[in-house]
Each structure stands twice: as C-alpha cells, then as structure tokens.
T-cell receptor, first 115, second 114 residues
Framework: AQKVTQAQTEISVVEKEDVTLDCVYE???????LFWYKQPPSGELVFLIR??????QNEISGRYSWNFQKSTSSFNFTITASQVVDSAVYFC????????????FGKGTMLLVSP | KAGVTQTPRYLIKTRGQQVTLSCSPI?????VSWYQQTPGQGLQFLFE???????NKGNFPGRFSGRQFSNSRSEMNVSTLELGDSALYLC?????????????FGPGTRLTVT
C-alpha cells in the first residue's frame, strides 16, 4: 500500500532563511506522480508541483525548488529566502497508476516564518 | 475561469442529523474527488466520481455517500452524524480521470457536529 511520510511536524524559521521540507514515500508501482500542495490558513489546497516517477530532474520555480530521488524514495521541497507569506501547512502527496486520481497525503508540515 | 466552489462554507449540525455538501467543479472538468481533513487523521480520500460514476471509494463507513450529476457537479451526504465527522471537507476537480491529471481544490466546507 502507498504511504507518504512527512517527518517534520512543524518548522519555524526567520525570514530570509532557507528551509527544506522532507517527504518520503512508499509505493509498489513503478508509475506514479508526486505532488506538493500548500494550505494557507484559509484552508484551500494550492497546487505547487507535480512530478512523474520517470522524471528525476530537479525543478526550480522562483524561490521554490524540488529534489526528487528515487533511490531514497524522497521528494524534498526547498524554499530559498523564506518570506512571511510562505507560512502555511505544506503537504506532499502520491498518486499511483491504476486509473484513479486518488491522492495519498502525508500529515503535512506546518511552516512558520517570522519577520 | 472560476475555480472549484463548495457550498456551504460552514455548517453546524447536531449528532444524529444528516448533511449534504455541494461541489461545483471547474468548467470542463469531469472528475470530482472528495477528501476529509481532520487534525488527527489528516487528509483522507472519500470518493472519486467521473461521468456520474463512482470510480473509487476510500475506507469510510456507509454513512458517507456521494453522487455526481450530468453537469459534473457533485454532492456528498453524511447520514447519522457523529462527533468525529467534524472536519474540513475538501472537493477537488480534474479534467479527466486518472493519476496524471492535476487536481484543483476548492476552499472546503467546515462541518462542526455538536
């Protein structure tokens, strides 16, 4: 069965610090997608990135970057020069092949960025 | 393009009552999924609908049910409410069915059972 583990429950940083959110996943499928979502206090899940299992290229989008390593089943997310607006709960999720859209989420990491 | 809308946004019900939550997907999206979010269990998958057919169901009791209409709008119903059903219920829509499609989430309905 699939599983996503986000070991960091809460992280506190000061503005402009870099921060990495860890995500480790388990799946028996060879074809799957990994996602990161951001949940601000308003509650809506905001899509950040999707990566398929055959694409191990790291990705950078502005201050955000993602490191996908199949060898360690990890899909870590780094925010460079964090800002107060980055404060939110971040979820890593996994979607396996099989024709369904079902997302299996980690428990989330609450990031608090102080000014 | 309007995003996913969920109504109502907040709801307070009493134990034993039933409740119906509504989700309108992004225009053109045909797949709708529902998730329950609680502090203890996190985000858990409830069900997925595509073209009015339930394609997948999570591990929830039969008190939780849903349906999808021909215009892709979806409703979920919880009968005989229990205190533990208090949660944020999130709906997500995607263009098609399958794990390769991005899912866009609505703002959720916060249900409080007293």
């Amino acid at each position: 069965a699939q599983k996503v583990t986000q070991a960091q429950t809460e992280i506190s940083v000061v503005e402009k610090e870099d921060v990495t959110l860890d995500c480790v996943y388990e799946t028996r499928d060879t074809t799957y997608y990994l996602f990161w979502y951001k949940q601000p206090p308003s509650g809506e899940l905001v899509f950040l990135i999707r990566r398929n299992s055959f694409d191990e290229q790291n990705e950078i989008s502005g201050r955000y970057s993602w490191n996908f390593q199949k060898s360690t089943s990890s899909f870590n997310f780094t925010i460079t020069a964090s800002q107060v607006v980055d404060s939110a709960v971040y979820f890593c999720a996994l979607s396996e092949a099989g024709g369904y859209s079902t997302l299996t989420f980690g428990k989330g990491t609450m990031l608090l960025v102080s000014p | 393009k309007a995003g996913v809308t969920q109504t109502p946004r907040y709801l307070i019900k009493t134990r034993g009552q039933q409740v119906t939550l509504s989700c309108s997907p992004i225009s053109g999206h045909r797949s709708v999924s529902w998730y329950q979010q609680t502090p203890g269990q996190g985000l858990q998958f409830l069900f997925e609908y595509f073209s009015e057919t339930q394609r997948n169901k999570g591990n929830f009791p039969g008190r939780f049910s849903g349906r999808q209409f021909s215009n892709s709008r979806s409703e979920m119903n919880v009968s005989t409410l229990e205190l533990g059903d208090s949660a944020l219920y999130l709906c997500a829509s995607s263009l098609g069915a399958g794990h390769s499609y991005e899912q866009y989430f609505g703002p959720g309905t916060r249900l409080t059972v007293t």
